[in-house]
């Protein structure tokens, strides 16, 4: 998608002069079509989360009311198999095709993030799972934070430190940057647990997923019969 300077200057919180002079220093990337400044927006979120500087995506933070629990997260109906793609970026686009979201979503704007995010460093991680967020995590208004689990058609390769390609990959949207970082934590206590990994790669039907998160997990730490 292309940007004109004004957009640019939204979205990373500063003037329209500011993103002028910048750019005429040569410190933002942009193309100068017949004397108009243009910028691609992949390429701005990319300079933006290499710099961890601050990207103001219109979205307020909302308040929140308590962080849910490893199990609230997982929903029969977004789990979602076969979903094609032979790259990161193919399957990144099917699986937002289908992600429920409400309708206010910027779909575009979550796959630009992600896709910016992962030219910098691998979110796959490790035993064929991958997990696309963000430094600056992706924020969305949504009644509950949203967790959608998508079974690839093909496992594709994304550098994970075990060199195992990616079957599974999860995304997760979140109401605040703190409570999506304390949800990725208990995902990770998931991610540790062998038989998890292997209903994943076996494509378990969600119930039998749920049911074995329920049992092992019911607060997202470790069970006293775990």
């Given at each position: 998608?292309?940007?004109?300077?004004?957009?640019?200057?939204?979205?990373?919180?500063?003037?329209?002069?500011?993103v002028r002079e910048e750019t005429h220093a040569g410190k933002l990337?942009?193309?100068?079509?017949?004397?108009?400044?243009?910028?691609?927006?992949?390429?701005?979120?990319?300079?933006?989360?290499?710099?961890?500087?601050?990207?103001?995506?219109?979205?307020?933070?909302?308040?929140?009311?308590?962080?849910?629990?490893?199990?609230?997260?997982?929903?029969?109906?977004?789990?979602?198999?076969?979903?094609?793609?032979?790259?990161?970026?193919?399957?990144?686009?099917?699986?937002?095709?289908?992600?429920?979201?409400?309708?206010?979503?910027?779909?575009?704007?979550?796959?630009?993030?992600?896709?910016?995010?992962?030219?910098?460093?691998?979110?796959?991680?490790?035993?064929?799972?991958?997990?696309?967020?963000?430094?600056?995590?992706v924020v969305v208004n949504m009644p509950r934070p949203a967790l959608?689990?998508?079974?690839?058609?093909?496992?594709?390769?994304?550098?994970?430190?075990?060199?195992?390609?990616?079957?599974?990959?999860?995304?997760?949207?979140?109401?605040?940057?703190?409570?999506?970082?304390?949800?990725?934590?208990?995902?990770?206590?998931?991610?540790?647990?062998?038989?998890?990994?292997?209903?994943?790669?076996?494509?378990?039907?969600?119930?039998?997923?749920?049911?074995?998160?329920?049992?092992?997990?019911?607060?997202?730490?470790?069970?006293?019969?775990?």
């Amino acid at each position: 998608m292309e940007l004109n300077a004004n957009e640019v200057a939204n979205l990373l919180g500063l003037s329209e002069r500011e993103v002028r002079e910048e750019t005429h220093a040569g410190k933002l990337p942009h193309l100068d079509v017949q004397g108009r400044l243009r910028f691609n927006r992949q390429a701005i979120l990319e300079w933006a989360l290499r710099r961890d500087h601050p990207l103001n995506l219109g979205i307020g933070q909302m308040e929140l009311d308590g962080l849910p629990s490893i199990t609230e997260l997982f929903v029969s109906d977004r789990f979602y198999y076969d979903v094609p793609g032979g790259t990161m970026a193919e399957v990144l686009q099917a699986a937002l095709k289908v992600f429920a979201l409400p309708p206010e979503a910027d779909k575009e704007l979550i796959y630009d993030l992600l896709i910016s995010r992962e030219k910098l460093m691998t979110t796959a991680v490790g035993d064929g799972l991958a997990i696309p967020h963000l430094r600056v995590p992706v924020v969305v208004n949504m009644p509950r934070p949203a967790l959608g689990v998508f079974f690839m058609r093909q496992p594709i390769s994304m550098g994970a430190l075990d060199g195992q390609p990616v079957h599974t990959l999860f995304l997760l949207l979140s109401h605040s940057p703190k409570q999506h970082l304390d949800l990725l934590a208990r995902l990770a206590f998931l991610f540790r647990k062998a038989e998890f990994v292997e209903l994943l790669r076996h494509r378990e039907k969600p119930t039998t997923i749920i049911e074995w998160i329920v049992h092992t997990a019911p607060n997202g730490k470790p069970s006293k019969t775990a």
